[in-house]
């Protein structure tokens, strides 16, 4: 099969139970952050991706980019995306349409994959691993209920946590900070992994490297594996000075877009793990670029696809197709990874999640769960109508 043609892209809005974030400005459960998006093809063969950003936006920019990938091959995603990518410059690019060229990008790797029987991630280049660590990503809270929160999700097999956003640094108390801490590896053991995230991308973040630096020093004294995002977004010159001094790993990138964007803070030492998210950076094409650039300045990639079942389906296959990559961000408690596929995630008994091995990205969407979060699920499995 040489060609298989692009029919039609569609994308569906999640609502209703989307995760809080911690963020200043809260996110209520009706706000659509995320949405999923499907590649219809003149073979039948539908390809699924998704996309961290407002389901208005991502129906906008499909609309705009349509003349560009219509009647498109399927089965060249890396070209499709980058002919996105260069013919879109003048609109801003690395913003909201990058972030919806992610989702068809993903959307092509499934279909490549369904066409030519393979995983993803044998199609990236070859597979290392078939599971991988999911840490289980919770939002801070005070230390009692988040002890709480802990205990559960220990309990129910993970063994890897992040704890960020929310009061942490936020409410402008160290005490409570180190408290919040304290709690949560007192919660988990001395055996499993704690990482903690500032979230300093939120607005308005209001410390700076030196805040960044004691805190470095206390989340050391608790056994954290990484602190995250624990410096505006800009603030690269920085960044480089906390990696040199901090006794923990310096972690970030989550809001970068783009791998141009990327390489003056890998060239530049500014991390000691990058965390691209592939639902905004320019999809599963553009991931597989930063986590090889990163392995060649020695930098560790761990993904940051987490909003939906479909992101994490294409972060387990890059985990797959990375040598090194022995982690994958798994947010606790959200039905949009839980509850919108026939086989949600499911732990082994180190707690450790399978990387599907079947063709595509491995993940079937479920119509009748996701009739409870997007008004017109059907958009996602059939081209009739459009
Ligand atoms: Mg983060």
């Given at each position: 099969m040489q060609s298989v043609k692009i029919t039609s892209v569609v994308a569906a809005p999640l609502f209703g139970a989307s995760p809080k974030g911690g963020w200043s400005s809260e996110i209520k459960p009706?706000?659509?952050v995320h949405a999923l998006i499907a590649v219809h093809t003149d073979a039948g063969v539908t390809g699924h991706g998704s996309v961290f950003s407002d389901g208005r936006l991502v129906q906008a920019a499909i609309d705009v980019l349509r003349p560009l990938f219509e009647g498109e091959n399927a089965l060249d995603p890396e070209r499709v995306a980058e002919k996105l990518n260069q013919n879109s410059f003048w609109m801003g690019r690395g913003g909201t349409l990058t972030h919806a060229i992610s989702g068809i990008d993903i959307a092509l790797w499934d279909i490549l994959g369904k066409v030519t029987a393979q995983p993803v991630g044998r199609l990236l280049g070859g597979i290392y691993r078939q599971r991988v660590q999911p840490y289980c990503s919770l939002l801070m809270q005070e230390p009692a209920p988040l002890a709480d929160t802990l205990r559960a999700m220990h309990e129910s097999g993970f063994r890897a946590f992040k704890i960020g956003w929310g009061p942490f640094g936020r409410a402008l108390d160290t005490k409570l900070d180190e408290a919040i801490v304290r709690a949560a590896r007192e919660a988990i053991g001395p055996g499993a992994k704690l990482f903690v995230d500032a979230g300093a991308s939120d607005a308005h973040w209001p410390h700076g490297l030196k805040w960044a630096l004691r805190t470095a020093e206390m989340l050391d004294d608790y056994d954290a594996g990484w602190f995250e995002e624990p410096l505006r977004p800009d603030a690269i010159d920085d960044y480089r000075e906390l990696r040199r001094a901090s006794p923990v790993p310096i972690a970030g990138g989550e809001v970068l877009t783009r791998r141009q964007t990327f390489l003056p803070w890998l060239a530049r030492g500014a991390l000691d793990i990058v965390q691209p998210d592939v639902t905004k950076v320019g999809g599963i094409s553009e991931q597989r670029r930063i986590a090889w650039l990163a392995d060649d300045f020695g930098v560790k990639y761990v993904g940051h696809g987490w909003n939906t079942a479909v992101g994490l389906a294409a972060d387990l296959q890059l985990a797959a197709a990375m040598p090194l990559t022995d982690l994958v961000e798994f947010i606790g408690g959200s039905p949009y990874v839980d509850d919108i596929t026939t086989e949600p995630p499911t732990l082994d008994p180190e707690g450790y999640l399978p990387i599907p091995?079947?063709?595509?990205?491995g993940v079937n969407l479920d119509r009748e769960r996701l009739a409870r979060y997007t008004p017109d699920p059907e958009l996602l499995f059939s081209d009739e109508r459009r």
């Amino acid at each position: 099969m040489q060609s298989v043609k692009i029919t039609s892209v569609v994308a569906a809005p999640l609502f209703g139970a989307s995760p809080k974030g911690g963020w200043s400005s809260e996110i209520k459960p009706e706000d659509s952050v995320h949405a999923l998006i499907a590649v219809h093809t003149d073979a039948g063969v539908t390809g699924h991706g998704s996309v961290f950003s407002d389901g208005r936006l991502v129906q906008a920019a499909i609309d705009v980019l349509r003349p560009l990938f219509e009647g498109e091959n399927a089965l060249d995603p890396e070209r499709v995306a980058e002919k996105l990518n260069q013919n879109s410059f003048w609109m801003g690019r690395g913003g909201t349409l990058t972030h919806a060229i992610s989702g068809i990008d993903i959307a092509l790797w499934d279909i490549l994959g369904k066409v030519t029987a393979q995983p993803v991630g044998r199609l990236l280049g070859g597979i290392y691993r078939q599971r991988v660590q999911p840490y289980c990503s919770l939002l801070m809270q005070e230390p009692a209920p988040l002890a709480d929160t802990l205990r559960a999700m220990h309990e129910s097999g993970f063994r890897a946590f992040k704890i960020g956003w929310g009061p942490f640094g936020r409410a402008l108390d160290t005490k409570l900070d180190e408290a919040i801490v304290r709690a949560a590896r007192e919660a988990i053991g001395p055996g499993a992994k704690l990482f903690v995230d500032a979230g300093a991308s939120d607005a308005h973040w209001p410390h700076g490297l030196k805040w960044a630096l004691r805190t470095a020093e206390m989340l050391d004294d608790y056994d954290a594996g990484w602190f995250e995002e624990p410096l505006r977004p800009d603030a690269i010159d920085d960044y480089r000075e906390l990696r040199r001094a901090s006794p923990v790993p310096i972690a970030g990138g989550e809001v970068l877009t783009r791998r141009q964007t990327f390489l003056p803070w890998l060239a530049r030492g500014a991390l000691d793990i990058v965390q691209p998210d592939v639902t905004k950076v320019g999809g599963i094409s553009e991931q597989r670029r930063i986590a090889w650039l990163a392995d060649d300045f020695g930098v560790k990639y761990v993904g940051h696809g987490w909003n939906t079942a479909v992101g994490l389906a294409a972060d387990l296959q890059l985990a797959a197709a990375m040598p090194l990559t022995d982690l994958v961000e798994f947010i606790g408690g959200s039905p949009y990874v839980d509850d919108i596929t026939t086989e949600p995630p499911t732990l082994d008994p180190e707690g450790y999640l399978p990387i599907p091995m079947t063709p595509g990205l491995g993940v079937n969407l479920d119509r009748e769960r996701l009739a409870r979060y997007t008004p017109d699920p059907e958009l996602l499995f059939s081209d009739e109508r459009r």
